[in-house]
Each structure stands twice: as C-alpha cells, then as structure tokens.
C-alpha cells in the first residue's frame, strides 16, 4: 500500500515556474517508477515525467519540452516535479502516480495522488 500526497500547486503568471512535491508512505514501492501527470478540462491525463525510486533513471513526454523536471529526495521520501517557462496551456490538476511498471500509461499506474491545481495566468 503507498499514500501520496501533492503540495505546491497554486497561481503563477506566465513565464514562471513551479514545484510540486508528492510525499510517499507507504510499502513495496522501492523497485517501482513514480510518475507525473496532469490532466486540463476536458482533456485526458496526460502523462509527463517518469523516474524509477532505484536508480533515478529518467523519461519524458515530448511535451516536456526540457521544461519540465522529475526529482526525488530518498530521504525525504518526496518525488519533485519543477516546472519552468510556464504557459496558460499548462493549466491542469497536476497528479503524481505509483507504478509496478516502467510505463507512461495512465492505465498501469496503481496509486494515485489527490491532485494539486495549477493555474497558469496570461
């Protein structure tokens, strides 16, 4: 069983940046990837980053587009996820997710966060 739980979102204007955090409890997620998505109104979750707890491997969505950056803090048991050059088109409900799996699919990942709101102004 693994918890997570986001912090960080809010308001920023555009050609700001952002951190979000997700603080993980939980057991068994040592081998697993951690994930980011977010998903904007009417549209489906996306996915963005991905990290293996591990060894930090890495990977991205394309529309990552090197603005975006997976972290983690071992000790502190927290998956990061910095945000830089933001648009308006980046405004969604941000998610940090648990997977068995090496996946960018919504689908195979098992735990989800609650979500944090990120508002991009013009």
């Known amino acids: 069983q693994v918890q997570l739980v986001e912090s960080g979102g809010g308001l920023v204007q555009a050609g700001g940046s952002l951190r979000l955090s997700c603080l993980i409890s939980?057991?068994?997620?040592?081998?697993?990837?951690m994930g980011w998505f977010r998903q904007a109104p009417g549209k489906e979750r996306e996915f963005i980053a991905a990290i293996i707890w591990s060894n930090g491997r890495t990977r991205y969505a394309a529309s990552a587009n090197g603005r975006f950056t997976i972290a983690k803090d071992n000790f502190k048991m927290t998956l990061y996820l910095q945000k830089n050059s933001l648009k308006p088109e980046d405004t969604a409900v941000y998610y940090c997710a648990h997977s068995g799996k090496w996946s960018t699919q919504a689908v195979d990942y098992d735990y989800w966060g609650q979500g944090a709101q990120v508002t991009v102004s013009s």
């Open positions: 939980g057991r068994g997620f040592s081998d697993s990837a």
